[in-house]
């Protein structure tokens, strides 16, 4: 058995988190974070995740016309859980990165995501839900 001092092990957890805010700013580092994303206003979120796994689940959040996410991604990999109805428009720039869409959206007007930002060694993926 391998045992990981508790100082390493402090060092990388998961985090579980809730919001219901129109803006939204999630900033994760060296860890696992899982965060909720639950309004009726959804407008704005920006991600600043570095060395770390994050996973958004949009599936409680409504959007009235547009939102953007803006995403500042180093070594990172985000996962994005959004509802199949909302079109989704990604403008993200990837270095040693890309992103990748699983499922298909069943919607091509509104509401719309606009996704924007880079990501450097790292990936984001869209899933449809």
């Excluded at 949009?58 to 009235?64: G, P, R």
């Amino acid at each position: 058995t391998h045992c990981i001092s508790s100082a390493a092990s402090d060092v990388y957890k998961r985090q579980i988190e809730y919001s219901t805010n129109s803006i939204i700013n999630i900033t994760s580092s060296f860890g696992e974070k899982v965060q909720y994303i639950q309004t009726n206003d959804l407008q704005y979120v920006t991600i600043d995740s570095k060395f770390s796994g994050l996973k958004l689940y949009f599936d409680q959040a409504t959007i009235q016309n547009q939102a953007t996410i803006e995403i500042d991604g180093n070594f990172t990999g985000i996962e994005l859980y959004v509802p199949k109805e909302w079109s989704v428009q990604s403008h993200v720039r990837a270095f040693f990165g890309g992103v990748d869409e699983k499922g298909q959206p069943s919607s091509s007007g509104y509401p719309t995501l606009n996704i924007t930002g880079r990501v450097h060694f790292g990936g984001i993926e869209i899933h449809y839900i």
